[in-house]
């Protein structure tokens, strides 16, 4: 079975040699304005098949849930599908 595609984009991030910092992940947080909460790449304390875990060592957050990630300049790199309706 291939590698989630953000699960790649988010370890090449984290490994590649750029500072994570300079990225941002948004994720639907209920509850959050917007029901969404954006946070640095350099939260994420380890990635798992279908999850990350942040550096706080109890927050789970299912790649379900990710809407995009952006680079310093906020350019796209990688954003929910939405599903077509109708």
Request: hydrophobic share 35%; aromatic share 6%.
């Amino acid at each position: 079975m291939r590698e989630h595609p953000l699960k790649a984009i988010l370890s090449r991030i984290i490994h590649g040699g750029d500072d994570p910092s300079h990225f941002e992940l948004a994720y639907v947080h209920r509850g959050a304005a917007d029901d969404q909460m954006v946070i640095k790449v350099s939260d994420i304390a380890s990635l798992g098949k279908g999850s990350f875990l942040l550096r706080d060592g109890e927050t789970q957050i299912p790649f379900h849930r990710v809407l995009h990630v952006l680079d310093s300049r906020k350019t796209l790199l990688w954003r929910k599908r939405q599903r077509e309706t109708g």
